[in-house]
Nanobody, 127 residues
Framework: EVQLVESGGGLVQPGGSLRLSCAAS????????MAWFRQAPGKEREGVAG???????VFAGSVAGRFTISKDYASDTLYLQMNSLKPEDTAMYYC?????????????????????WGQGTQVTVSS
């Protein structure tokens, strides 16, 4: 069964850090590009960061310099390290994967780029 399972969300104070994990199974993790998206209440889902099979990365302007994305091929896990968190980072975070995804400079991932999705993990930034 093809599956993505996110974890690591929670409540954190402004300025704090969290690391999200996305465990992949049922497909060749090494051969797929992947991304993180988020959706805040009342807003559309937006791309946060992407990484392709060459480990090239791209970030939304709102998180560049604060978030990093990485893939661990030993454990088939995608990570999102989030530092200097702000209240506006509060959202449900989703990971996604697609065989055909490649990073393009200055092009944030969009939903239509991905066919495999996880269920999400909630991140709340509040004092």
């Amino acid at each position: 069964e093809v599956q993505l399972v996110e974890s690591g969300g929670g409540l954190v104070q402004p300025g704090g850090s969290l690391r999200l994990s996305c465990a992949a199974s049922g497909f060749s993790f090494r051969s797929y590009g992947m991304a993180w998206f988020r959706q805040a209440p009342g807003k559309e889902r937006e791309g946060v960061a992407g990484i392709d099979t060459l480990r090239r990365t791209v970030f939304a302007g709102s998180v560049a310099g604060r978030f990093t994305i990485s893939k661990d091929y030993a454990s088939d896990t995608l990570y999102l390290q989030m530092n200097s968190l702000k209240p506006e980072d509060t959202a449900m975070y989703y990971c996604a994967a697609d065989f055909a995804y490649w990073v393009s400079p200055s092009r944030v991932p969009i939903e239509n780029d991905f066919r495999i999705w996880g269920q999400g993990t909630q991140v709340t930034v509040s004092s």
